[in-house]
Nanobody
Framework: QLQASGGGLVQAGGSLRLSCAAS????????MGWFRQVPGKERDFVAF????????YYTDSVKGRFTISRDNAKNTVYLQMNSLQAEDTAVYYC?????????????????WGQGTQVTVSA
């Protein structure tokens, strides 16, 4: 089970940190991802982190602004979002993937959190 939190309303240029707490499975056996979705559109890849945290990938639009990290002792993955823009407004989902390979499509993930709304005002 994945529980995402930390969303909210923020002004453009501001920051938020999303958290995703995992339970029920050995967290360190899973690579993790963050996706986001706006109404009427597909769920898009945002960031990936492998089980050790040594490999991280981002979609181009968030590189240099977002940072994905994880704390395996706390069974939690984070998404630090800085310099937020109106285009970042979406529902953000965390996802878990068995194994350690990089995947940027929704089909590559086995478990999903419920989503947390991020709204950036211009």
């Amino acid at each position: 089970q994945l529980q995402a939190s930390g969303g909210g309303l923020v002004q453009a240029g501001g920051s938020l940190r999303l958290s995703c707490a995992a339970s029920g499975r050995p967290f360190r056996n899973y690579a993790m991802g963050w996706f986001r979705q706006v109404p009427g559109k597909e769920r898009d890849f945002v960031a990936f982190i492998n089980w050790s945290g040594g490999r991280r990938y981002y979609t181009d639009s968030v590189k240099g602004r977002f940072t994905i990290s994880r704390d395996n002792a706390k069974n939690t993955v984070y998404l630090q979002m800085n310099s937020l823009q109106a285009e970042d407004t979406a529902v953000y989902y965390c996802a878990a993937r068995r194994g350690d390979s990089y995947y940027y499509t929704t089909a590559g993930y086995d478990y999903w959190g419920q989503g947390t709304q991020v709204t950036v005002s211009a």
